[in-house]
């Protein structure tokens, strides 16, 4: 295979002439959205607006090379545009060009981490946020920014702070509102609620951003609104495409951004996989998540090294992109190629943009992300997980993106533990004329004198052992009869060391008083580790494979 | 039940004439132990001897008073004293009045703390410590007193910090030791050690630790070594009970001292209750773990009251009690009354007592809780729970007592969430004859052609469902002729939120290949939640009660 498409990627060595329409047209328009989302989504990390068309050309063409989605688009997003936000404000100045370079550092160490998570096949660790904790987390975030941009809406000055912070403050500078400015800003909101109310998911709604942008931009031009009324516009965009090179950071400045930098990779790799899977899905393609992550992980290099910052896959632009007609990442390379061409020649077009419209902009994209449903299905399927989903939600609020993600993470590894502390026990009898053994209390089942057989529905290990003991203890005090306790183990897929100090004690114990322990279906791979214990060897002819088997021995 | 005997302790109100003897003999030998180490350990928690004489006085009754425990000794004890002084040296400087009183904060906040848990029924809270982490924690704070106590051994001044500080500083120090102060020091660990290698658990094992105290004083009084070459020593100590009385903290120290307040309790009640369990055992008795937490939160509370420190049930003391006959918590109420008539009466005894023969008593103490048994074991059983055991134990090495077990006690639910996040999962196939099914590879087992039968021996949730999708992918792939996929629930006992997402979304798409997802052995609790969910309604007819009814079902 020594040939040129050797070093292409699949999509592109195997491309065939009738995905090209397709992929032209898609990349068109998601520009068209990336355009005026690129600039408000720098404005949300703090940035100049060229940062974020820097952050849409050089990562597009990575993710192109390296990534496994034929429909993901990859450029800035809101979220994790709050989540740099939140990284750098502590330590530099908005705006300032220290503050720059630390969004170059933070693109810099998310992409080297994805990058070395994919070579090291640690995909999994994104499993760590349940679903719950992403929705909260994702929920919490868009409610943070929406409330952030509600000022830039009004043309105030409000503080920042949590969000119930900014909302005091928000609400105390109402009376400052500037008419004109909210009078575009709220406009614009209810255009763009309009139009995707009434155009949805056709070309025309897809259009109707920018349409508000042109419109906003021209009306303020024209009027001169900046000047006259204060409308704050973008202003002077430097033209010209982005130097490329990288200044390697400090140490001390890698150290403060590499917590956050671990969050920004993992929760935009979570929210990338579950995007460009459910696309993949409708299309019977498969996603890797190991390449994901490679994908990823260069994109971000590349936006460090043209003086971007954090990148991820977008979820509404990916939706359109597919919708769309995309068929492979020629349309993330047609709409870089666009951009560079925006960003060559036309920045002069977005001096008179008003901050409103971009604020409009966002709060209508991230208004999406909030996700009720997810809420009520929890709060019906599972009440813990519904208070994990909101507490992260609270958490992003009320203490900041990172502590509320930790704080979720925490809370669903506790609602975990809990769980499996307050184990399921039956005590089991034989479905009559079957070898098949259920719950006394819940079926007809016959239960033979002497056995007390008791299934743990549960890893043993060391919050659930007491409970076990306790029951057993309740069980024998009841039925002074019980020569053999039978400890049906079908649930049990782990014994730690502590549960296995305690079953050793209980053995100990049970034999004093002349009663007999007894396992039952102990799974292949706990027996292997259970048979070269001590308990093993005193155990060795009292378990048995099945249930069946012990309730017929005696 | 009207009777004065009503608001007697059980033991008391039917305490019966033959168990005095047992009783007062172990009071009167519990007592010889007790008084070094009470002026040990006092000394251990920077605190003036006298603190750890008041500790041993009023505790000891409250606990006879509220305990379930027959011969559990309660007292100041070597963890716990470390853990004070762990928790009041960024406070306060050891030895002045307001580290004195701080002292007395945290025995309050421990007491009130231990208390409510115990109203509230809280007492699986300490189920959150696994054996290996308080195994990893004892051995830890063990090694650390023992270095610490080291420079008291040789006379020398030396400086604090984590163990390895300790350690050079130490080092460091070494040429300055004083030959006389060294030879008291050494010498009284060579006796203790050589008394118990050769007497064991004899009368005079026990009194050995008193002889070389009144052996090592007298000699200092002789010939005035503590003028003459300058060995430390005790020297006045203020004779009288302890005030009662209690000053209520401000809310800043208080604030500062909840967090080391509820690891002491937590900790003195997990070390508490396992050896009071453990003697319990051996008479047949039995310990109530929320009877326990009160007797030792009145213990700490009247601790505070007379002018003391946190204090719990020891384990050395507990088992010498045990074994020297204590039938009944008189023992320990004689105890408590020959620790009065000492600090009333005999204090100036005291006077020429050598520091170094106190530290001597507390080395050879601790050493005997290194526990080597329990990593030996849990490296053998579980190479996880020894990582952890040996994490916790260099965390409190290295960080300190506090760190190091909130390292452990992370490292624990770590560990529990990564192998769940791994499941065993089989392909499981009937054992000819039965209705029994096993692992097809490590059994002789009957398969059915277009079955795939897959047990997941875990809960499924959001750390593993990944790997369950991806294994049946995997056996999708090679086998083409499934029309079945039966998951084998037996080994789930939760399906939380994220798992019934993801199971929803495979069902759907194994459906667009026409392949049926069937469920069996669904246990009762998961079946009551999954029924209402949309998932649940369309697998209404394919869940089956056995594998076996699956088996033979199309």
């Given at each position: 295979?020594?040939?040129?498409?050797?070093?292409?990627?699949?999509?592109?060595?195997?491309?065939?002439?009738?995905?090209?329409?397709?992929?032209?047209?898609?990349?068109?328009?998601?520009t068209v959205m990336l355009i005026p989302q690129s600039l408000a989504y720098a404005l949300l990390a703090g940035l100049p607006p060229e940062v974020g068309l820097?952050?849409s050309?050089?990562?597009?063409?990575?993710?192109?090379?390296?990534?496994?989605?034929?429909?993901?688009?990859?450029?800035p997003v809101a979220?994790?545009s709050?989540?740099?936000?939140?990284?750098?404000?502590?330590?530099?100045?908005?705006?300032?060009?220290?503050?720059?370079?630390?969004?170059?550092?933070?693109?810099?160490?998310?992409?080297?981490?994805?990058?070395?998570?994919?070579?090291?096949?640690?995909?999994?660790?994104?499993?760590?946020?349940?679903?719950?904790?992403?929705?909260?987390?994702?929920?919490?975030?868009a409610?943070?920014i929406a409330i952030g941009q509600a000022r830039h809406l009004l043309g105030v000055s409000s503080?920042?702070?949590?969000?119930?912070?900014?909302?005091?403050?928000l609400?105390?500078?109402?009376?400052?509102t500037r008419p004109v400015t909210a009078a575009i800003g709220l406009g614009a909101v209810a255009a763009l609620v309009l139009a995707r109310r009434?155009l949805?998911?056709?070309?025309a709604g897809k259009l109707a951003p920018m349409a508000v942008v042109v419109l906003a931009t021209a009306a303020t031009a024209f009027w001169q609104l900046d000047r006259s009324v204060g409308v704050r516009i973008v202003g002077e965009v430097?033209?010209?495409?982005?130097?490329?090179?990288?200044?390697?950071?400090?140490?001390?400045?890698?150290?403060?951004?590499?917590?956050?930098?671990?969050?920004?990779?993992?929760?935009?790799?979570?929210?990338?996989?579950?995007?460009?899977?459910?696309?993949?899905?409708?299309?019977?393609?498969?996603?890797?998540?190991?390449?994901?992550?490679?994908?990823?992980?260069?994109?971000?290099?590349?936006?460090?090294?043209?003086?971007?910052?954090?990148?991820?896959?977008?979820?509404a632009r990916?939706?359109?992109?597919?919708?769309?007609?995309?068929?492979?990442?020629?349309?993330?390379?047609?709409?870089?190629?666009?951009m560079?061409?925006v960003?060559?020649?036309l920045t002069g077009w977005f001096h008179y943009l008003p901050h409103a419209v971009l604020a409009a902009t966002i709060v209508v994209a991230v208004w999406n992300?909030?996700?009720?449903?997810?809420?009520?299905?929890?709060?019906?399927?599972?009440?813990?997980?519904?208070?994990?989903?909101?507490?992260?939600?609270?958490?992003?609020?009320?203490?900041?993106?990172?502590?509320?993600?930790?704080?979720?993470?925490?809370?669903?590894?506790?609602?975990?533990?809990?769980?499996?502390?307050?184990?399921?026990?039956?005590?089991?009898?034989?479905?009559?004329?079957?070898?098949?053994?259920?719950?006394?209390?819940?079926?007809?089942?016959?239960?033979?004198?002497?056995?007390?057989?008791?299934?743990?529905?549960?890893?043993?290990?060391?919050?659930?052992?007491?409970?076990?003991?306790?029951?057993?203890?309740?069980?024998?005090?009841?039925?002074?009869?019980?020569?053999?306790?039978?400890?049906?183990?079908?649930?049990?897929?782990?014994?730690?060391?502590?549960?296995?100090?305690?079953?050793?004690?209980?053995?100990?114990?049970?034999?004093?008083?002349?009663?007999?322990?007894?396992?039952?279906?102990?799974?292949?791979?706990?027996?292997?580790?259970?048979?070269?214990?001590?308990?093993?060897?005193?155990?060795?002819?009292?378990?048995?494979?099945?249930?069946?088997?012990?309730?017929?021995?005696?």
């Amino acid at each position: 295979m020594n040939t040129p498409t050797r070093w292409l990627p699949a999509w592109l060595a195997g491309y065939r002439r009738e995905q090209l329409p397709g992929d032209l047209t898609a990349g068109l328009i998601v520009t068209v959205m990336l355009i005026p989302q690129s600039l408000a989504y720098a404005l949300l990390a703090g940035l100049p607006p060229e940062v974020g068309l820097y952050a849409s050309i050089l990562p597009l063409l990575a993710y192109a090379a390296l990534g496994s989605s034929m429909t993901l688009a990859v450029g800035p997003v809101a979220v994790a545009s709050l989540m740099t936000a939140s990284a750098l404000q502590p330590l530099a100045a908005a705006g300032s060009p220290e503050y720059a370079a630390l969004a170059v550092t933070l693109a810099l160490l998310s992409g080297l981490m994805l990058l070395a998570f994919g070579l090291l096949r640690l995909g999994f660790l994104a499993h760590l946020l349940s679903h719950p904790v992403i929705s909260g987390f994702i929920t919490g975030s868009a409610l943070l920014i929406a409330i952030g941009q509600a000022r830039h809406l009004l043309g105030v000055s409000s503080g920042g702070g949590n969000a119930v912070e900014q909302l005091i403050s928000l609400v105390r500078a109402l009376p400052d509102t500037r008419p004109v400015t909210a009078a575009i800003g709220l406009g614009a909101v209810a255009a763009l609620v309009l139009a995707r109310r009434t155009l949805g998911q056709r070309l025309a709604g897809k259009l109707a951003p920018m349409a508000v942008v042109v419109l906003a931009t021209a009306a303020t031009a024209f009027w001169q609104l900046d000047r006259s009324v204060g409308v704050r516009i973008v202003g002077e965009v430097p033209a010209g495409l982005p130097a490329l090179g990288l200044t390697l950071p400090g140490w001390s400045e890698t150290l403060a951004l590499l917590a956050p930098a671990l969050l920004i990779s993992l929760v935009g790799f979570v929210e990338s996989v579950s995007v460009a899977q459910s696309l993949a899905l409708r299309r019977r393609e498969r996603i890797q998540p190991d390449r994901e992550l490679l994908g990823l992980g260069a994109a971000n290099l590349a936006s460090a090294l043209s003086g971007g910052y954090p990148v991820t896959g977008g979820f509404a632009r990916s939706v359109v992109n597919f919708s769309a007609g995309a068929r492979t990442p020629l349309a993330g390379v047609v709409s870089a190629a666009l951009m560079a061409v925006v960003l060559a020649a036309l920045t002069g077009w977005f001096h008179y943009l008003p901050h409103a419209v971009l604020a409009a902009t966002i709060v209508v994209a991230v208004w999406n992300l909030i996700d009720l449903q997810a809420l009520r299905e929890a709060w019906h399927y599972d009440r813990a997980d519904a208070l994990a989903l909101l507490a992260t939600a609270a958490g992003v609020l009320l203490l900041g993106v990172e502590a509320g993600i930790l704080a979720g993470v925490a809370l669903s590894l506790g609602v975990l533990v809990w769980r499996a502390s307050r184990p399921h026990m039956a005590v089991i009898g034989r479905v009559p004329g079957t070898e098949h053994f259920r719950n006394v209390e819940r079926h007809q089942v016959e239960t033979r004198p002497g056995l007390l057989a008791l299934r743990v529905d549960e890893n043993l290990f060391f919050a659930n052992m007491p409970r076990v003991e306790e029951r057993i203890a309740a069980a024998l005090a009841a039925d002074a009869s019980v020569q053999r306790v039978l400890l049906v183990c079908s649930g049990v897929n782990q014994i730690d060391t502590t549960a296995l100090g305690v079953l050793s004690d209980l053995e100990a114990r049970l034999a004093e008083q002349g009663i007999r322990l007894q396992l039952a279906e102990v799974k292949g791979p706990v027996m292997d580790r259970l048979r070269d214990t001590p308990l093993g060897q005193r155990l060795r002819n009292r378990v048995f494979l099945s249930t069946h088997e012990a309730f017929v021995a005696t």
